[in-house]
């Protein structure tokens, strides 16, 4: 059984960092991308950053901000989140795409305090 889990939110003042992990245990077959999204209430899922066979995309909002890297020895993803906004508060979720399935984690909570 795959699943996901993320770690690393919390609360931090604007202008601070967070360093989001996702950890995926189980066997997922033929994976071709991973990457972070986030919801705020009362908005659609957004990509925040993605790392596949062909680089890394980050969605405009957080270029220049925030880092997506890739331990495939721990089977984790990372996401370095530098010089937060309040915008930027949000559910983070990690995802993995394989050829046939989207595995989603329960999602982790950023706030940044203005």
């Known amino acids: 059984q795959v699943e996901l889990v993320e770690s690393g939110g919390g609360l931090v003042q604007t202008g601070g960092s967070l360093r989001l992990s996702c950890v995926v245990s189980?066997?997922?077959?033929?994976?071709?991308?991973m990457g972070w999204y986030r919801q705020a209430p009362g908005t659609q899922r957004e990509l925040v950053a993605l790392?596949?066979?062909?680089?890394?995309n980050y969605g405009d909002s957080v270029k220049g901000r925030f880092t997506i890297s890739r331990d495939n020895a721990k089977n984790t993803i990372y996401l370095q989140m530098n010089n937060l906004k309040p915008e930027d508060t949000a559910k983070y979720y990690c995802e993995a795409v394989s050829e046939t399935k989207n595995y989603w984690g329960q999602g982790i909570q950023v706030t940044v305090s203005s």
């Open positions: 189980g066997s997922i077959v033929g994976v071709k991308n």
């Open positions: 790392i596949t066979s062909g680089g890394k």
